[in-house]
């Protein structure tokens, strides 16, 4: 499994054009979709963490914020990639990146803090075919999945940018899903 990324800064927008090879003799199901206000989104979730100055950009699911019950966590979109394949897509996100994951506010509030970061973590995870407890797929988006199984391990990229970008922190109660991972 080797996942790669190039990052490109367009008009307003950041790009990471990432690439999967999957080189298992098993297909996978590759978290590259999140899930807002009910959509299927090829945008990350985004979360400003502090610990390390980074932006985090993730596919990753957001568990639940502390105190906070639900009855069904959001899923994002998989897509399979067959064994030996190469899966290849784009995150895109605004520029400033506004924070952002499934139980955050969908308004963006007035009371925020500009920062500028310079590093940047990009976040997805998979499940291998062998390791589903389910699969179905999804009319919208065509060629996505809903697939959950154990273990989703994660993979996760890192980047030092050659100029900073702002990002609208938000200020007071803000769930940051993201802990620095070693």
Known sequence: MELTAELAREAGSLRIHYTLENRTADELYLTARTKLDGQDLR????VFRAADSAI???YVMCPPPPRVEIYAPHMASSVKVAAHATYRD?????IPIEEMHPYSAPAYPRDLVTVEVSKLVFLTEYVMGKDTKFVRALEDPKGFYRA???PQPRLELHFELDA???????TGVFYRCYPAMA
């Open 56 to 58: 985090v950009l993730s």
């Open 148 to 150: 959950g199984g154990s």
């Open 43 to 46: 945008r990350p979730y985004t």
């Open 90 to 94: 784009i995150a895109e996100v605004k």
């Open 164 to 170: 900073p970008i702002a990002i609208l922190k938000r």
